[in-house]
């Protein structure tokens, strides 16, 4: 078990910034991945790192404004969030995985080894 905790989730107007913080309490070996969730909507993949940095993934949603890294000695991932839309209101959860990318007809638990408890996002018009 790997615990992962996440920071930085809070009320901000739109076209403004964030940035989230997950810290894992050991070193992980496999991809960081950020998932979000609206209400009444799948909790979706929207962000992902490999172990060396050399591979990421971005949804199309969140392309050109979001910006995903990570520092293994610091056992941390982060996700800088700017332009942000009210759409991009959500919960965030940071995990560890063994996809970098969305899984067709793949439910992420199947490929999701630890979650985050999310935080909370809230973009106001």
């Known amino acids: 078990q790997v615990y992962l905790a996440e920071s930085g989730g809070g009320l901000v107007q739109a076209g403004g910034s964030l940035k989230l913080t997950c810290v894992a309490e050991?070193?992980?070996?496999?991809?960081m991945l950020w998932f979000r969730q609206a209400p009444g909507k799948e909790r979706d993949l929207i962000a992902g790192?490999?172990?060396?940095?050399?591979?990421?993934y971005y949804a199309d949603s969140i392309k050109d404004r979001f910006t995903i890294s990570r520092d293994n000695d610091q056992n941390t991932v982060w996700l800088q969030m700017n332009s942000l839309k009210p759409e991009d209101t959500a919960v965030y959860y940071c995990?560890?995985?063994?996809?970098?990318?969305?899984?067709?007809?793949?439910?992420?638990?199947?490929?999701?080894?630890?979650w985050g408890h999310g935080t909370q996002v809230t973009v106001s018009s």
């Open positions: 050991r070193r992980t070996f496999r991809n």
């Open positions: 790192i490999n172990y060396n940095n050399a591979r990421t």
């Open positions: 995990a560890v995985g063994t996809q970098l990318t969305p899984q067709p007809n793949i439910d992420p638990a199947d490929y999701v080894d630890y």
